[in-house]
Every structure is written in structure tokens, then in C-alpha cells.
């Protein structure tokens, strides 16, 4: 089955500054990889996604980038904001039953 | 659109009681995701439905989980016998056929067991 490996676990960084989380995935056959962010206590919502046909994405100050050959992708937030502090989850997904396999999270600490 | 809809959203039990969790996908939605979240670990994917068939299954302890989802509509998840190891959060999820893979999650319940 799909293996998701995601670095790092955890991440400060200080308010303004820019923060990269990357992942890796084994199955070649996953197509559509989703990021989620998980704030203490609540749910994970989807903040962006990329699909295998295209090689980065970007909505406003979060970008995500994939590399089909070497089978990983990276989160990029730009600008961190407090708020922006949360656990971020990696995913990736293949099939035609939609079957999705996160990552182990990085906690992401934005330092004001 | 309203969300996804999970009760109850604590529950705390001894080992060996049985506790079942409710799930109400966003209306339409064809797939359904029972996932269980261990403290400090990403979601794992215990069961998926498509409409009311279960397409992968392969990650729940069958032993003492269960799952149904009657009429392609709500779910129901069941630990019968609870182990101190199943304290987690359970998370339900779905997503709607032609809309790609975009799953919209639950608040999850988070169950204690002592």
C-alpha cells in the first residue's frame, strides 16, 4: 500500500518568514495529493491540493509543488502569520475509490 | 452547504463497554471515511463506503470494529469490546463523486478509555 513520509515533525519559525514542510510518497500511481491544516482541537480542512498532471500550485501565500519522477512534494507558506501555527498533514491518494493516506504531520510554530 | 454532522463529540468509557458514533456526510455526498486519530499522529483510515458498499476496509481491527452505512446516507461506527489503546479521536469524512478527491471532515469524537 501507499507509504507517506512527511518532514519536518516539528517547525518554528519567526512571523514573516517563510516555512517548508515536504513529503514523499511510494505508490507512482497516486494522482491528487491534499494538504491539511489541523488546528488544536478541531478538524483538518483541505488548504490546498495538487493534482498529478500539473507541477505546482499557489493560492496566495501557500504554494505546493510536486515531483512526479522523484515521488515527493512540498508545502511552502510565505509571510507566516500566528495564526498560520497548526499541524499540517500531507496526503496522497490513488485509485478510483479515492483512497487517501496522510502523513505523520508537522506542528507548525509561528513565532511573533 | 451544512458539513459534516458526528456525535457524540466526547465519550469516555471503561474497557471492554461497547461505544458506537454516529456520522451525517454533507447531503449528496457518494463516499464516506471513518478515520481514527491517535494524539500527535495523522488520520488512519479505518473504513470507506461508496454509497453503502465498503470499498476498503483492510485497516480495521474487525475483531471489535464495525461499521454500517444504512441507505448510503449516515454511518455508524461500533467498538465492542473498547481497549485502552482505541482512546483516540474518530473522524468521519466525505466527498462528493465528480468533485475529485476534496474530503470535507466531521468535528470527530474523542473517546477516552479508562
Known amino acids: 500500500g501507499e507509504n507517506v513520509e512527511q518532514h519536518p515533525s516539528t517547525l518554528s519559525v519567526q512571523e514573516g518568514d517563510s516555512a517548508v514542510i515536504k513529503c514523499t510518497y511510494s505508490d507512482s500511481a497516486s494522482n491528487y495529493f491534499p494538504w491539511y491544516k489541523q488546528e488544536l482541537g478541531k478538524r483538518p480542512q483541505l488548504i490546498i491540493d495538487?493534482?498529478?498532471?500539473?507541477g505546482e500550485k499557489k493560492d496566495q501565500r501557500i504554494a505546493v509543488t510536486l515531483n512526479k519522477t522523484a515521488k515527493h512534494f512540498s508545502l511552502h507558506i510565505t509571510e507566516t502569520q500566528p495564526e498560520d501555527s497548526a499541524v499540517y498533514f500531507c496526503?496522497?491518494?490513488?485509485?478510483?475509490?479515492?483512497?487517501?493516506?496522510f502523513g505523520t504531520g508537522t506542528k507548525l510554530q509561528v513565532i511573533p | 452547504e451544512a458539513g459534516v454532522a458526528q456525535s457524540p463529540r466526547y465519550k469516555i468509557i471503561e474497557k471492554r463497554q461497547s461505544v458506537a458514533f454516529w456520522c451525517n456526510p454533507i447531503?449528496?455526498?457518494?463516499?464516506l471515511y471513518w478515520y481514527q486519530q491517535i494524539l500527535g499522529q495523522g488520520p488512519k483510515l479505518l473504513i470507506q463506503?461508496?454509497?453503502?458498499?465498503?470499498?476498503?476496509d483492510s485497516q480495521l481491527p474487525k475483531d471489535r470494529f464495525s461499521a454500517e452505512r444504512l441507505k448510503g446516507v449516515d454511518s455508524t461506527l461500533k467498538i465492542q469490546p473498547a481497549k485502552l489503546e482505541d482512546s483516540a479521536v474518530y473522524l468521519c469524512a466525505s466527498s462528493a463523486e465528480g468533485r475529485g478527491h476534496t474530503q470535507y471532515f466531521g468535528p470527530g469524537t474523542r473517546l477516552t478509555v479508562l
Open positions: 447531503s449528496g455526498h457518494a463516499t
Open positions: 496526503a496522497a491518494s490513488a485509485g478510483g475509490y479515492q483512497k487517501v493516506t
Open positions: 495538487i493534482r498529478s498532471n500539473v
Open positions: 463506503f461508496q454509497n453503502n458498499g465498503v470499498v476498503d
